[in-house]
């Protein structure tokens, strides 16, 4: 306990967290929780705990490019590639998020479609022999 109350003074007297850290020979998160269990340290204005960041995760987890979902998998299927479905999608679309958000839908779907050619490479062996 005598650690923590000299933490706590030196915070008072106005030292930053880092160099109470230093002199007190413990870490910046254990100089901030003892500054923040006695009231001396806030956290800054918008910060959320990972508790609150995850369930926004989960809440917006509809992409921003499932109304152009039909449009990618035709577009996949005629074998085009990422960035060439990106700029159709702006130019001809009005389609105004980033590419990385396309990204991951044109992966997963390249991913499916060969997993399809190569079920059906293995059923062509298969009648081969």
């Known amino acids: 306990m005598d650690e923590k109350q000299r933490i ?6 106005g030292r930053s967290p880092r160099r109470v850290a230093h002199e007190a020979g413990h870490s910046r998160v254990t100089v901030t929780r003892y500054g923040r ?10 910060w959320r705990s990972e508790a609150e960041i995850a369930a926004d995760k989960s ?13 990618i998998e035709a577009e ?5 590639h990422g960035v060439a479905i990106y700029q159709s999608l702006v130019e001809h679309r009005g389609y105004t998020d980033s590419y990385d958000a396309v990204k991951p839908h ?3 779907l390249v ?13 062509s062996v298969d009648a081969l022999e």
Not at 76 to 80: H, T
């Open 111 to 123: 991913q499916k479609d060969s997993n399809d050619v190569g079920a059906a490479l293995d059923l």
């Open 59 to 71: 809440r917006s987890s509809k992409s921003c490019c499932e109304p152009y979902r039909a449009f």
């Open 8 to 13: 706590i003074d030196l915070l008072r007297l």
């Open 106 to 108: 044109d992966r997963r």
């Open 76 to 80: 996949v299927v005629k074998g085009r």
């Open 37 to 46: 269990e006695a009231g001396l340290l806030r956290r800054p204005p918008d």
